[in-house]
């Protein structure tokens, strides 16, 4: 038993030294590290001591500060309490908690992925070194074609479309990956129709950037940094939101496939092949797992399989009039969205802003119940209670007050009826006494006369 109680008291120990050791790589940081933060690459990960989600990701943190520090990266792990030093927060643009930048220089910029370990370990090796990185042999290009799924490339010399291409590269280096080689290093099956010239791989294939095509690079860059098709989730669909496409979506069950699911997987997949030309600068393709996401944001209910296009611009979204049984119904679907003549649901006008706002709260009410049922009771029963119990006394004693007013009426008619009959008992009283005396005196007139009449009798 003693013996027990020591390997337990060890074990805690270890752990609690295990714990020490790996928050000793994340530095708390106070106002003087604004003063400080130019001598270095800073991660840092602003919260407030209140917030649920920023105590989930603590023990996260602390895992990517050891893991950068033990692998000899630059970039130095941080966190600030937004709450306390409110001001610097401030003027690092932190708007909600946690909030995770990395600072690099004069730049700084936004952490929008998952929170996970790895996630957050490759934004910030990508982001702290240079915006485009050199291609110096055909061995590394194929290394790093395998590794990435999109891998946009210059190629050429000095040009004035090199310089734009870092100026697009500095931007969106939080999203991807930007290399520069000589011709000599890519494929010889790789051909340009001119140098320098900027190209993306993808797809099994690689498309040449037309400036006269496909507008400025930096949104030909941002439309083309996804797959044309994608398996898509929550998470997916808010970045793809910030190239501006349309998203054509095959729901499916990926648990549970069909012979209709895999039909219209395929579909969707034909058109993002074979009419790259025709859509890919409106549209991105994809499939998702489940209609759980899809209906919290339409609000609605979507049949598993079937098929949506979003808007989400503008919160729109259009389903098939009909069922898709063939390319070309999908392809007859996907045109009339784009030439307007498909039927748009929802949106976000004040109908569906208010309309939102319910469906966020029931969301919100039912959750807390399914996760807590005890603690929903309290939070929503109790003021439920409390309102119940306000609105019964205000009714009851208007109820009271009404009945003492229809008492005291009564009393008042009662008593009304009563002076009534004193008044009247009063008048016959009076009456009767003005009557008494006069009777009175004619029986002492008789009685006088006897009494004389006796006197001459006598």
Not at 212 to 241: C, H, K, M, P
Not at 400 to 411: N, Q, T, V
């Amino acid at each position: 038993m003693a013996g027990a109680g020591g390997a337990l008291a060890c074990g805690v120990l270890t752990a609690a030294l295990l714990c020490s050791a790996v928050s000793a790589y994340v530095e708390d940081l106070d106002d003087k590290f604004k003063d400080n933060r130019m001598d270095d690459v800073w991660l840092v990960d602003f919260y407030a001591p209140w917030c649920g989600y920023c105590k989930k990701l603590e023990p996260i943190w602390f895992e990517v500060g050891a893991e950068l520090k033990n692998s000899g990266s630059p970039v130095r792990v941080g966190k600030m309490d937004a709450t306390a030093y409110s001001g610097m927060a401030s003027e690092f643009g932190v708007r909600g908690y946690p909030t995770i930048k990395l600072l690099k220089g004069e730049l700084a910029y936004n952490y929008k992925g998952p929170r996970t370990k790895d996630d957050i370990i490759e934004f910030a090796n990508r982001v702290a070194g240079p915006a485009v990185r050199s291609l110096p042999s055909k061995q590394m290009f194929e290394h790093v074609l395998k590794r990435h799924d999109v891998l946009f490339v210059y190629v050429g010399g000095e040009s004035p479309l090199k310089e734009k291409y870092i100026d697009v590269a500095s931007e969106l280096i939080v999203y991807t990956y930007f290399f520069s080689a000589s011709e000599d290093v890519l494929p010889e099956s790789v051909t340009f129709p001119e140098l320098p010239s900027v190209v993306v791989f993808k797809d099994g294939s690689y498309f040449t950037y037309d400036e006269y095509e496909d507008g400025s690079l930096s949104s030909w860059v941002n439309r083309e940094r996804f797959q044309s098709y994608l398996q898509i989730d929550g998470f997916t669909l808010y970045e793809l939101g910030e190239t501006g496409k349309l998203v054509a979506i095959a729901v499916i069950d990926d648990k549970d496939p069909t012979e209709e699911s895999t039909r219209l997987k395929g579909l969707i997949q034909r058109v993002s092949r074979e009419y790259r030309n025709d859509f890919n600068r409106d549209f991105q393709f994809g499939h998702m797992d489940g209609n759980d996401y899809i209906n919290s944001l339409i609000m609605g209910e979507v049949s598993v399989p079937s098929i949506i296009i979003l808007n989400t611009s503008n919160e729109q979204y259009f389903l098939p009039s009909e069922p898709v049984e063939s390319l070309e119904q999908l392809v007859h679907f996907i045109r009339s969205v784009l030439d307007g003549s498909a039927q748009a649901h929802g949106g976000d006008g004040i109908f569906q802003r208010i309309k939102r706002v319910a469906f966020d709260a029931r969301s919100t009410v039912m959750s807390v119940f399914r996760s807590s049922p005890v603690l929903g009771c309290f939070l929503f029963g109790l003021p439920l209670g409390v309102i119940s119990l306000m609105c019964y006394g205000i009714c009851t004693a208007e109820s009271d007050d009404g009945a003492e007013d229809m008492e005291l009426m009564k009393r008042e008619g009662l008593t009304d009826e009563e002076d009534e009959e004193d008044e009247e008992e009063e008048r016959r009283r009076q009456a009767g006494k003005l009557e008494g005396p006069a009777e009175e005196d004619e029986g002492e007139e008789e009685v006088e006369e006897k009494s004389a009449t006796e006197k001459k009798l006598d």
